[in-house]
């Protein structure tokens, strides 16, 4: 059974960072489309970045770009997402989510339905 179980989250001031984890059981993720995705209620869940764990390559939403890094460490089966300089408007719900691809080429755009399995969420929640 697959598995994604996110971690990290909490109430931080702005100016402030964080690590996002993502722990993953249950398969070899070594060929995935992974990534991090944020929702405010009442609102349209959006990515916020991508990763391919073939080759490492990564995509940022401009709402993060410059200020965060997605990483996965295939060993531990482990996805992170760093987020530094936190805004307020960063305050959302982060969901962690995963999907077989061979080549990395579609993966940064990858719709939301797409994606086969999906972490319950960590709350990230900035303070201004």
């Known amino acids: 059974q697959v598995r994604l179980v996110e971690s990290g989250g909490g109430s931080v001031q702005a100016g402030g960072s964080l690590r996002l984890s993502c722990t993953t059981s249950?398969?070899?993720?070594?060929?995935?489309?992974m990534g991090w995705f944020r929702q405010v209620q009442g609102e349209e869940r959006e990515t916020v970045a991508t990763i391919y764990t073939g080759d490492g390559s990564t995509h940022y939403a401009d709402s993060v770009k410059g200020r965060s890094a997605i990483s996965h460490d295939n060993a531990g089966s482990t996805m992170y997402l760093q987020i530094y300089s936190l805004k307020p408007e960063d305050t959302a719900m982060y969901y962690c989510?995963?999907?077989?691809?061979?080549?990395?080429?579609?993966?940064?755009?990858?719709?939301?339905?797409?994606?086969?399995?999906w972490g319950k969420g960590t709350q990230v929640t900035v303070s201004s």
């Open positions: 249950g398969n070899d993720f070594s060929r995935y489309c």
């Open positions: 989510a995963a999907t077989y691809y061979s080549d990395s080429v579609l993966c940064p755009s990858t719709p939301l339905v797409n994606f086969a399995y």
